[in-house]
């Protein structure tokens, strides 16, 4: 058995913090023969609601769980861990600007930046659900000047699985017959899913289906998911969030399946005409615990189009949230 990993969980009693621990706890996201100790970030008045999780964490006896931090001391939560799953976030509340909603993540993420940046490993894996995530997890970088830029990524892993469980439906296939889709961008209604280098089954995935259905069926329907689950359910996605997140720190850990690859935010480079300065959607091979994009992929105009649109966007969140970099 290896020696403990100690991975940091934010907004831990909310209702995917509920959906993630437990998997983490299981061995999902590390394997089978990694320990973790659990570091519980909440905020004071969650704390009892916090301490519930933790008496269910203990009481599932994980033969992998080698301890449990929770606190709401975010100095505290982030001392000296390989990994943070930032999911506590304020969401967009009625009538709220967007102006409002960015200075309120401000006031969380600055701060965890900068306490990752004092307290946690050199090489932490950073991960940011909580939404607008492509843009709070720049917000950390920008807060972190000691640490790697590239510790900081966003998950866009869900919009990714979303994308490979519509064309499997589409096409009568399972989705670990789909290989090499790709999320570019934001994490949001502007997110460009990419089938053009797609296979299924080892065939081409727009030799499979019409253009018609890619343009109007399947990127609105990707585009638009987590809005169709809040409206069925009542809810917004929870467990399918948490699943995406425990996928996306796996793939970071233990690398992609050859001849694959999945998608990532992660700080623009240049790659594919996106300038430094963003949190960016794109595809990437993992090995060895470092991500890399996929480089030399052909990009048609209809491609270049969703991608700058996507690009901007989060360039304008940017433009929102500078005022809180460290300087
Ligand atoms: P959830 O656990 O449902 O969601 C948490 C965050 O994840 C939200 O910002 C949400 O964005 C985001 N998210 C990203 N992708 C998805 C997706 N596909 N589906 C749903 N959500 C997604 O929220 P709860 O309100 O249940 O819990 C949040 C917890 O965080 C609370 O317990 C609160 O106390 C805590 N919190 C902790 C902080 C801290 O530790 N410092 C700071 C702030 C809050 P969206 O809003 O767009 O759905």
Not at 24 to 51: F, N, R, W
Not at 146 to 174: I, W, Y
Not at 264 to 277: C, L
């Amino acid at each position: 058995m290896k020696a403990p990993v100690r991975v940091a969980v934010t907004g831990a009693a909310g209702q995917i913090g509920y959906a993630l621990l437990f998997r983490i706890a299981a061995g999902d996201m590390l394997g089978p023969d990694q320990p973790v100790i659990l570091h519980l970030l909440e905020i004071t008045p969650a704390l009892p609601a916090l301490q519930g999780v933790v008496m269910e964490l203990n009481d599932c006896a994980f033969p992998l769980l080698a301890g449990v931090v929770a606190t709401d001391d975010v100095n505290v939560a982030f001392k000296d861990v390989d990994y943070a799953l930032l999911v506590g976030a304020r969401p967009r509340g009625p009538g709220m600007e967007r102006k409002d909603l960015l200075e309120a993540n401000g006031a969380i993420f600055a701060p965890q930046g900068k306490a990752l940046n004092d307290h946690a490993k050199r090489d932490v894996r950073v991960l940011v659900v909580g939404n607008p995530a492509n843009t709070n997890s720049l917000i950390a970088q920008q807060n972190a000047p000691d640490l790697d830029p590239k510790c900081f990524t966003a998950m866009v892993r869900l919009d990714h699985n979303r994308a490979l469980s519509q064309l499997a439906e589409k096409t009568g296939k399972h989705t670990t017959d789909i290989k090499k889709v790709t999320i570019w961008g934001n994490h949001s209604s502007t997110q460009y899913p990419d089938l053009h280098h797609a296979v299924v089954g080892g065939k081409p995935a727009l030799s499979l289906v019409d253009q018609t259905w890619y343009e109007k069926d399947f990127i609105p329907t990707v585009q638009q998911r987590g809005a169709a689950i809040i409206k069925a359910r009542g809810a917004s996605s929870a467990a399918s969030a948490a699943s995406a997140a425990i996928d996306h720190m796996r793939t970071w850990a233990l690398g992609t399946a050859e001849g694959d690859w999945v998608s990532m935010g992660i700080p623009s480079d240049g790659s594919y005409g996106i300038q430094p300065g963003v949190i960016y959607g794109y595809p990437v091979t993992v090995k060895n615990g470092k991500y890399e994009i996929v480089q030399g992929l052909e990009i048609n105009d209809f491609s270049r189009a969703r991608m700058d649109a996507t690009d901007k966007e989060l360039r304008e969140e940017r433009a929102g949230v500078e005022h809180l970099f460290a300087k």
